[in-house]
């Protein structure tokens, strides 16, 4: 796989370093956009109306945790640039496990709710500025390219939507 930054796709951009007198180069900035889109996946809550151990979104289908299902479409859909995962901090071993086989930005811990979580999530983003932000629940594990590639069409039209 090739090397990333905070688990963006490498793309062609010049990076600005400036020398500093401890020998440690300085992030200036990018020569254009570093994210055109990001996926935020929600995945911090507990599932208790689901029940079990092991909240959902780590347990099994066919085969593989829910989350990786879900991980693996935005993973491979050639418009995403850089997955953002919300969890909650007791999952760290489940969500590494489930997400082993991508190239993923570090997992931010979520909030006391949905809502919070995201604004988690997209305060983390903040750093790589994307253009786009595409955000999916970690336990809807049936999205598709189609539905993806819809989405991101719609939003060259408007500044949100919403699939129906």
Known sequence: MAPSFMGCKPQKRWLALI???SNVPVFLGWGRRL???AALIVGAGRGHRFGGIVPKQYQTLNGEPILYHTVRTFAEHPEID????VIHPDDI???QNATKDFNLADPVWGGKNRQ?????GLQQL???NPARVLIHDAVRPF???TLISRILSALNDS???IPL
């Open 93 to 95: 071993k489940l969500f």
């Open 159 to 161: 500044s949100a939507a």
């Open 126 to 128: 903040k750093a790589v």
């Open 82 to 85: 850089i997955i953002q995962t």
């Open 35 to 37: 994210v055109k889109v």
């Open 116 to 120: 919070e979580s995201v604004f988690i």
């Open 143 to 145: 999205v598709n390219f």
């Open 19 to 21: 020398a500093t007198s």
